[in-house]
């Protein structure tokens, strides 16, 4: 499409003249400038709803985890409950927790 765009404008301005096509060059380019600088403004700008969550995290189908000897399986999804996470863990795998060990196959916020 740029290539497009370029070869447009190469016509016109070989058509133009060198005079013409300056002035034309001028107008093009400052237009885009100000397009630019509107679009980064504009996206700049854009926030989030605050009612939203800002992560979202999804578990499903995982696998069996083990945890021994004070270690931690986690089949699921654990995360800080003060992130705003949207969690949702759905046919988790077995976790498993043996000598101290610490197990998780849904949603741990802590």
């Given at each position: 499409?740029?290539?497009?765009v370029v070869?447009g404008?190469?016509?016109?301005?070989?058509?133009?003249?060198?005079?013409?096509?300056?002035v034309?060059a001028?107008v093009?380019?400052?237009v885009?400038?100000?397009?630019?600088?509107?679009?980064?403004?504009?996206?700049?700008?854009?926030?989030?709803?605050?009612?939203e969550?800002?992560v979202?995290?999804?578990?499903a189908?995982?696998g069996?985890?083990t945890?021994?000897?004070?270690?931690?399986a986690?089949?699921?999804i654990?995360?800080?409950?003060?992130g705003?996470?949207?969690?949702?863990?759905?046919?988790t795998?077995?976790a498993?927790?043996t000598?101290?060990?610490?197990a998780?196959?849904?949603?741990?916020?802590?």
């Amino acid at each position: 499409m740029t290539g497009l765009v370029v070869a447009g404008l190469c016509a016109v301005f070989a058509w133009l003249g060198w005079d013409d096509a300056n002035v034309l060059a001028a107008v093009v380019s400052a237009v885009t400038g100000v397009v630019a600088v509107g679009a980064a403004v504009w996206a700049a700008a854009k926030q989030p709803p605050k009612d939203e969550p800002k992560v979202r995290a999804r578990a499903a189908r995982t696998g069996k985890a083990t945890a021994r000897s004070g270690g931690t399986a986690n089949t699921g999804i654990t995360g800080p409950a003060s992130g705003g996470i949207d969690a949702v863990a759905q046919d988790t795998g077995d976790a498993v927790a043996t000598d101290d060990g610490d197990a998780n196959t849904g949603v741990r916020l802590t």
